[in-house]
């Protein structure tokens, strides 16, 4: 069984309609429960797993960063070292979203960092 392609558009019930995203509007994605919240322009509430989404999403765009958390990470601006091994991820809607430290080392891959220290 071959894999679907990852899409370009999500499309997310907004109210009585639905709400088409480009897949590169989208700066973040938290999960809340079974669902998501998306982060586009505004918050949009999906009914989907984070890790369900992410499986769709394009692997080459969207890094998962924490289990209740992916970014996009061409979203990311700064990545701020904290403490045991954890990253502080600035993203350019101002929102900032820490890794987990099970996540350290897709977060350091991702963007070419050498592997972190702690900070005191």
Same mark, same amino acid.
């Given at each position: 069984?071959?894999?679907?392609?990852?899409?370009?558009?999500? $499309?997310?019930?907004?109210?009585?309609?639905?709400?088409?995203? /480009? !897949?590169?509007?989208? =700066?973040?994605?938290?999960?809340?429960?079974?669902?998501?919240? =998306?982060?586009?322009?505004?918050?949009? /509430?999906?009914?989907?797993?984070? $890790?369900?989404?992410?499986?769709?999403?394009?692997?080459?765009?969207?890094?998962?960063?924490?289990?209740?958390?992916? =970014?996009?990470?061409?979203?990311?601006?700064?990545?701020?070292?904290?403490?045991?091994?954890?990253? $502080?991820? !600035?993203?350019?809607?101002?929102? !900032? !979203?820490?890794?987990?430290?099970?996540?350290?080392?897709?977060?350091?891959?991702?963007?070419?960092?050498?592997?972190?220290?702690? =900070?005191?």
């Amino acid at each position: 069984m071959t894999a679907n392609p990852p899409f370009r558009f999500l $499309a997310v019930r907004w109210e009585h309609r639905f709400v088409i995203l /480009p !897949v590169a509007s989208i =700066v973040r994605i938290e999960a809340c429960d079974d669902r998501v919240r =998306v982060f586009a322009d505004r918050p949009y /509430p999906h009914r989907e797993t984070l $890790a369900r989404l992410c499986a769709r999403l394009p692997s080459d765009t969207f890094l998962r960063v924490h289990r209740s958390h992916a =970014v996009n990470i061409d979203a990311v601006l700064e990545v701020r070292l904290r403490h045991h091994g954890e990253y $502080a991820l !600035v993203l350019r809607d101002g929102s !900032v !979203v820490v890794s987990g430290r099970n996540y350290r080392t897709a977060v350091e891959s991702a963007f070419g960092l050498l592997p972190s220290r702690s =900070v005191a």
